[in-house]
């Protein structure tokens, strides 16, 4: 028979044991979420430097012709990817995080690079006439169940017609102002809602050959 | 919010489960050079009267007799005693072909109540209360009985085994057993041990007397004369060594009124005795006692909390998504790389299943078993539990909701 000051011992090296796995376990998150944020933020930073880097060679070479258009568009589409990938990434960590404060500002930093790679699109097509780059804006909503069938619709777009390239923003993430600006600007209360090439407006769960032949019309 | 309430009731079962695996291993480590110990040698042969409550027990109560008759015990020391308690069938037949062993027979249903009917004729000193489908070595008293020597033992019981497990329901609870008598054996070594199974159970006759019997108003009653006891200052100890086999439910209608029946008996004794909750006076049992109410809580909140999450997912994507969109969303959930794991989750479950498959080995190693059929094993780790879970709430909803209890007696688990 165990004695009395071994039980207490058990009970209370259990506690500490558990009490320190515990904490050991919340620490590895937080150590995760550290390694989330800040590979997100590298690639944010990246990005934004990229973008950076490519209207200063916009501004740099000044006049436009066929061959300095070609290349913007070229750069403008990998750009596009890799913000892409970012929000994608963005959005697989979120569930997974101790804590979303970090990863609300990665957000906020995501928003505004799409923001800005939009105005980026409207400078090429001023300066180069219209492209082949076609931009669907597409305001969603975390949870819905058709915002996330819209999403794998828009996957689908994106694998038929390399051109696409697709700005999501999540329209009930207040803590950027910016998405309410967009939300006036378009007009748009509800998830999902498709901007196809900044004019058309489609509300709800819209199909693969709806979208395909709005672009093919804009 | 409802992600907040989640994420607490994930914490408070993660550290809870924490907490009660290393309680476990660490108790083994320190029991375990002394979970053998060396067998004490019978100084004095007392008179033992063994009582075996029967309902309908026609199929097995032969065999059980046969392996008590086989006894290695002085046969005039020994009184064996079949309480037949409304039976329909030919088990008090059977029992009157056994002439060295009395029966009784009482219209009367209910385990407890043919239990306290066979103490009142028992003459032993020690009184040994078995199943009727039960099969006992031969050397069962041998070992059980030298404990009586300290006269602050009240109950020592067995390790049970499943007897020849065919179905997979029999096979999961073979290991569902096998854990319960290395928990059981380290209870009774730190002295918490009220959980006891119902066969081939010892006590002192004048003991049991004194404490006035099974209470018969529960359905556990086994479970209930165990926790009087230890709040009698009366130690409950197990014999880890003696192996005693019983049948177990091999359908899932009979499994269901089984656990049903245990767990609502589980909840009756809990609150009888809850008292003894966190009260200093009865040492560590006082601490362990509500922490085993815990463990039905946190399978309720884990695997509640993993259907809901499904159900609402179901809810919400179903009506819109396709077998080809399920595809993606699998994908999806499938980590890309260690910085996709929810740690939150992960972290404890490997934890807690590391530990569990350790103290199981270990269980296989001193109950001399061995691990056998990848299937079973599978169903005991993941789908069990559920199964377990289900039964945990169903009978927490008739216990609130007093449905009418089924008593043992009228069936046969």
Not at chain 1, 59 to 87: H, M, N, P, Y
Not at chain 2, 45 to 53: L, N, W
Not at chain 2, 68 to 90: G, M, Q, R, S, T
């Amino acid at each position: 028979m165990v004695e009395g000051k071994t039980k207490k011992f058990l009970l209370i090296m259990s506690l500490v044991i558990a009490t320190v796995l515990f904490f050991s376990g919340l620490g590895l998150g937080i150590v995760f979420d550290n390694l989330r944020t800040s590979e997100i933020d590298h690639l944010l930073t990246k990005s934004q430097l990229d973008i950076e880097s490519f209207l200063l060679q916009q501004q740099f070479l000044q006049d436009f012709d066929s061959t300095t258009c070609d290349l913007a568009k070229e750069q403008f589409v990998t750009l596009q990817k890799q913000r892409s990938e970012i929000g994608q990434r963005l959005e697989d960590y979120e569930d997974k995080s101790v804590s979303d404060t970090e990863l609300n500002i990665l957000k906020r930093k995501h928003i505004i690079l799409s923001v800005s790679s939009l105005s980026t699109l409207g400078t090429i097509e001023r300066n180069c006439g219209r492209t082949n780059i076609e931009g669907i804006i597409f305001f969603y909503a975390k949870d819905d169940a058709n915002s996330r069938k819209q999403g794998f619709i828009l996957d689908d777009v994106r694998s038929e017609m390399d051109s696409v390239t697709v700005y999501a923003f999540d329209i009930n993430f207040n803590e950027e102002p910016l998405i309410s600006t967009l939300r006036t600007k378009y007009n748009s209360t509800v998830a999902p809602t498709l901007i196809v090439n900044g004019n058309t407006k489609l509300e709800g769960v819209t199909e693969a050959e709806q979208i395909i032949a709005e672009l093919k019309l804009g | 919010m409802a992600s907040d309430i989640s994420a607490i009731l994930i914490y408070a079962v993660s550290f809870i489960s924490l907490f009660f695996a290393f309680f476990w291993i660490l108790t083994l480590l320190f029991e375990e050079p002394h979970l053998h110990t060396r067998q004490k040698k019978l100084k004095r042969f007392p008179k033992v009267s063994i009582i075996v409550p029967a309902y309908n027990e026609e199929d097995s109560i032969a065999s059980t007799l046969q392996s008590l008759l086989k006894l290695d015990y002085p046969k005039y020391k020994l009184e064996i005693i079949v309480v037949a308690n409304a039976c329909k069938d030919k088990t008090a037949e059977i029992v009157r072909g056994f002439k060295s062993v009395r029966l009784i027979e009482t219209p009367i249903p209910g385990k407890a109540k043919a239990q306290n009917l066979g103490l009142k004729h028992a003459k032993g000193e020690i009184v040994v209360i078995g199943d009727a489908d039960m099969l006992v070595p031969s050397d069962a008293l041998r070992k059980i009985l030298p404990y009586f020597e300290d006269p602050s033992v009240g109950e020592v019981i067995p390790a049970v085994k499943v007897h020849k497990p065919g179905t997979l329901l029999e096979k999961v609870q073979r290991y569902e057993y096998i854990l319960s008598s290395l928990i059981r054996q380290l209870m009774s070594g730190i002295g918490a041990l009220f959980s006891v199974p119902g066969a081939f159970v010892s006590f002192r006759k004048a003991t049991i007397q004194k404490l006035g019997g099974y209470d018969e108003r529960t359905i556990t009653e086994d479970l209930e004369i165990g926790t009087r006891l230890l709040r009698h200052n009366y130690k409950v100890i197990s014999n880890f060594d003696v192996h005693i086999y019983v049948r177990v439910p091999w359908t899932l209608k009979a499994f269901h009124k089984q656990r049903i029946r245990w767990n609502r008996g589980f909840f009756e004794v809990f609150s009888k005795h809850r008292d003894i909750v966190f009260n200093p006076k009865y040492g560590i049992f006082a601490f362990l006692f509500p922490l085993f109410i815990a463990i039905p809580i946190m399978l309720t909140v884990t695997f509640s909390t993993a259907v809901f999450e499904i159900a609402s997912a179901v809810f919400t994507y179903a009506p819109v998504v396709s077998l080809d969109d399920v595809r993606l969303i699998l994908e999806a959930i499938i980590p890309k790389g260690p910085l996709y794991i929810n740690t939150l989750v992960t972290v404890p479950t490997v934890i807690i299943l590391l530990t569990g498959l350790y103290i199981y080995n270990k269980a296989t190693k001193h109950l001399k078993e061995r691990w056998t059929n990848p299937s079973s094993i599978f169903t005991f780790i993941f789908i069990y539990p559920m199964l377990l879970t289900l039964y945990w709430v169903m009978s927490f909803g008739a216990h609130i909701a007093k449905v009418k209890r089924e008593w043992r007696g009228t069936m046969r688990w």
